[in-house]
């Protein structure tokens, strides 16, 4: 089966065009490299030497899409080309195959080339001055030098420019892609910041009013009526507040200039007050947050608040238990509520509450559980029950 050699480039058949119409010049006004009566010529006259001057043309067609074969048949034609009277143009030619399988070769090629025609160089020198111990012979290692050593270490610093610029460039890409994804993965974590935040603080205002209007809307009593009106108001009036402190947040310029500051675990009997005007029965044990990092108040708070706007929706009727203990720098957070079967919950909700208290105490380092587990104070009675340990030490707020 035939070999196909791969398509000569462009330049390739420009270079060989080149090559072939200048030797045949060079030819044509009879200039040689050695005379006609030197001892190494064996094919006297003009006419042989065209012979390795069309092969060296013939393989400058190879010299980027097969250099090794180009090398190796342009080296065999250089041999022939030293027993003629020789042409300048071959030798040109030879010099940039040579270049040419360095820089265009395999990877293996390029390294030994440059060794192998060291040590020609070398021999091309040490060996005829010991033989003839007259000067002019060092001027054949200089010869093979400039024909095969230096044009070999051209190709090589050329080539290892080339690796440098393209690990360069592979690097610059992988950066600017490590870049895209970090961007992308920030845009997502600030995504999912906002979405738990806009959750926890409109989530427990909208409930209260979703569950007051159906009472005002189901019960023909002027009296609770206009007692739900006024819890709705309330409710709207506060989750219009927890809006702008959304907005301040997200923008530097809100209000007077100030960024807006964040709930406090100072700020959980405000909160506690509030789910009792929504007909919680809540009981809160807490601790001062002095002293505690702002990450893990917020996110306790965050949790207490969520909680309690679950158990307005789910909760059977009993008592709400709120309590928060720092331990061994960390802080727990327990908030138990009746847990019984119920048709449907008072008001619709998006599911991602659970989630979103998950999230914070992950972003904390920290473990959370909900779930209906046994009440210890009734027989055969489950509480819901909320458990969340967020750590206090710097370490664990990375």
Known sequence: MAVRLPRPRR??????????????????????????????????????????????????????????????????????????????????????????AVLYGPPASARRIPWITGLLTVAGTVVPFALWRVPEALLIGVAVGVVSFAPASTGLIVRNHREAADAALLRAEQTA???????????????????????????????????????????DDPATTRQALGVIRENSVEGLAEMRRLIGILRDDAGDGEPAAAPTLDSLGALVEGARANGLDVVLETVSGEGLPAPVELAAYRIVQESLTNALKHASRGTVRVGLSRRDDVLR??????????????????????VGMRERAALLHGTFEAGPVADPDSTGGKIWTVRATLPLTEGDLA
């Open 177 to 219: 892609l490590l870049a895209e994804m970090d961007r992308a993965q920030a845009v997502t974590a600030e995504r999912s910041r906002m979405a738990r935040e806009l959750h926890d603080m409109v989530a427990n205002h909208l409930s209260a009013i979703a569950i007051h209007s159906t009472a005002a809307l189901s019960l």
């Open 333 to 354: 957070v327990r908030v138990t509520s009746p847990y019984g079967d119920r048709e449907a919950p008072r008001a619709p909700g998006s599911g991602a509450g659970l």
């Open 11 to 100: 330049f390739d058949v420009y270079a060989a065009s080149a090559g072939l119409l200048g030797g045949l010049l060079l030819w044509g006004i009879g200039l040689g490299v050695r005379p006609a009566d030197e001892p190494v010529v064996l094919f006297d006259g003009r006419w042989p030497l065209l012979v390795p001057l069309a092969v060296m043309a013939g393989c400058e067609l190879l010299r980027r899409a097969a250099p090794r074969t180009g090398l190796l048949v342009g080296t065999a034609a250089l041999i022939a080309d030293t027993l003629t009277q020789g042409s300048l143009v071959t030798l040109i030619m030879y010099t940039d195959l040579m270049y040419a």
